[in-house]
């Protein structure tokens, strides 16, 4: 499954450890920067996963910025994105079985790295169940 991976100078830190995650789970990573902590804007890295995402260059993407809202806010502009922030494992599991997220979004000043893998994981392992929420998902575009 390929899985693009993108944040701003907050997300920095996080997104390598997620990164090496992804790649330890056998995943295609694209990593579409930032490659620093310089402050860069957050949008401009939400645009590349978010239009990667829409255009079914990959089947997910992952954004990580200080507090996970911008980058998800950004994200879901595009047709057919459905992020989410994952603050904790009910978000990463019911965002996917009822709502086929396909964006995962943290905010690195709110949750320790630890927490996102493990949400990450959770996220990436949970299956869309379909049925009553597969039209309600549709009804979204």
């Known amino acids: 499954m390929k899985v693009v991976i993108a944040s701003d100078h907050a997300g920095f830190t996080m997104k390598e450890s997620l990164k090496l995650l992804l790649q330890s789970l056998q995943y295609e990573v694209t990593d579409l920067g930032t490659n620093s902590e310089e402050s860069v804007d957050y949008p401009d890295?939400?645009?590349?996963?978010?239009?990667?995402?829409?255009i079914h260059k990959a089947e997910m993407g992952v954004?990580?910025?200080?507090?996970?809202?911008?980058?998800?806010m950004a994200a879901n502009r595009?047709?057919?994105?459905?992020?989410?922030?994952?603050?904790?494992?009910?978000?990463?599991?019911?965002?996917?079985?009822?709502?086929d997220?396909?964006?995962?979004?943290?905010g690195a000043r709110k949750i320790t790295e630890d927490s996102a893998r493990k949400f990450l994981k959770i996220w990436l392992n949970t299956k869309f169940e379909g049925g009553r929420h597969e039209r309600r998902v549709k009804n979204i575009d």
């Not at 954004?63 to 998800?72: Q, R």
Request: with cysteine; glycine share 10%; proline share 0%.
């Open 45 to 54: 890295f939400a645009k590349k996963v978010g239009a990667a995402v829409s």
């Open 63 to 72: 954004l990580i910025c200080g507090s996970g809202i911008g980058m998800c």
């Open 78 to 99: 595009f047709k057919g994105v459905r992020a989410v922030v994952l603050n904790d494992e009910f978000d990463a599991e019911m965002s996917r079985k009822h709502n």
């Open 101 to 106: 997220a396909n964006v995962a979004c943290f």
